[in-house]
């Protein structure tokens, strides 16, 4: 019996080792640790700090000494082996904890698929594989309705230390799961021929979104709308169609920028200042609403988009003349202007023959 339990450990140890990746002398050093915590329980007031504990990594033999003197009590060998037992599961979890937070490690800054698991208070906990994830209430989408075994995508916001060790924290409301989402849809965003140069956005409402592509031949708009805008719908369907999107085309010229940002108003004129970093917009009265729109939400959002504070002035608009309508307008003057002399003359030279 008693070398089958030699055996068993010495195995149990080496595959720890040799399978998780936990060294050797780090595990035998913590079952010492755990067999004196053993030994003080069993024995109150005694100054653990006079004690040694040795073990035996073939036998699993392990031994209590105080100044050389052997004070193992009988039968110390099973609630060693117990304890060398628990201390390796732990070690193989804590190994297979470490290694799963460092693969999450390498993909903070991504988009990775999750589920609800639980709600825990204002939080939500997201499975999303081999762990689980975090949202906080301000990482929720305030006009989105979650339920237990929801699958959604989520944003790896990033993993920071609370209170079980490193935790997992995801996001519906950052920026990056936008970009993310269109990287996903849009092959032309993957590889990098169309450049997403900045989003301004309103999680659950609106946003609004600037690409540009230095490649000749690439419409970058079309790319991310893609045919009949089945490629941007597929992105609204993951916010279940509450979030509407407008993708505009980035410009170098600060005008012509934040005129594109202020779509889908059209007609408008803008004078910039930069240094300032303001612009000053002069919109169609019939357009005016369209440039500011609900509650001044595309005019925030332009304004966050292209970083220029937007002033919004409407203004009626001159109707001109086409040249060849002034030419019969004025033709038409003339021979009216023309018969109304004749009639006067025709009126005074009847007058004289009276």
């Known amino acids: 019996m008693p070398a089958v339990q030699r055996s068993e450990f010495s195995l149990a140890l080496n595959q720890v080792a040799n399978e998780r990746g936990v060294d050797i002398s780090v595990v035998l050093d913590t079952v010492k640790n755990a067999i004196l915590a053993a030994y003080k329980k069993d024995h109150p007031g005694v ?5 040694l504990a040795t073990l035996d990594k073939n ?43 460092s693969d999450y490690k390498t993909r ?46 989520v944003y790896l916001l990033e993993i920071r230390e609370g ?14 799961l936008l970009e993310g989402l269109f990287k996903r849809e849009v092959p032309e965003v993957a590889q990098g021929s169309v450049e997403i140069k900045n989003i301004a956005r309103e999680p659950g409402s609106r946003s609004k979104i600037a690409v540009y592509s230095a490649q ?26 509450l979030e509407k999107l407008d993708v505009i085309q980035w410009q170098e010229n600060p005008k012509d920028y934040v005129a594109q940002a202020l779509s889908p108003a059209k007609n408008v004129r803008v004078e910039v200042n930069e240094d300032e970093k303001t612009a ?16 001044g939400q595309n005019a925030r959002l332009a304004s966050k988009l292209t970083e220029h504070r937007i002033e919004i002035e409407g203004e009626k608009m001159e109707v001109k003349e ?15 202007s023309g018969k109304k002399s004749v009639k006067k003359k025709v009126i005074k030279k009847s007058k004289k023959d009276e």
């Open 163 to 176: 209170l079980k060790g490193e935790e997992l924290i995801v996001s519906r409301t950052d920026n990056g």
């Open 59 to 101: 036998s699993g033999e392990a031994k209590i000494f105080l100044k050389d003197k052997d004070v193992t009590p009988p039968g110390f060998g099973r609630i060693a082996a117990q304890t060398a037992k628990q201390v390796i599961l732990q070690k193989i979890r804590e190994k297979e904890k470490e290694a799963i937070i």
């Open 322 to 336: 086409p040249e060849e309508e002034k030419k019969v307008i004025t033709k038409v003057k003339k021979e009216v």
């Open 47 to 51: 100054e653990i700090e006079e004690y």
């Open 108 to 153: 903070v800054g991504t988009i990775i698929n999750g589920m609800i698991l639980r709600f825990a208070g204002p939080n939500i906990i997201v499975d999303v594989g081999k762990t689980e994830a975090i949202m906080p209430l301000h990482e929720q989408i305030p006009n989105e309705k979650y339920h237990l075994n929801q699958r959604l995508a």
């Open 216 to 241: 000749s031949g690439i419409d970058p708009v079309g790319s991310c709308v893609g045919q009949k805008g089945v490629r941007v719908q597929a992105v609204i369907a993951e916010f279940g169609g």
């Open 280 to 295: 000053h917009v002069f919109v169609p009265s019939e357009e005016l609403s369209l440039a500011i729109g609900k509650e």
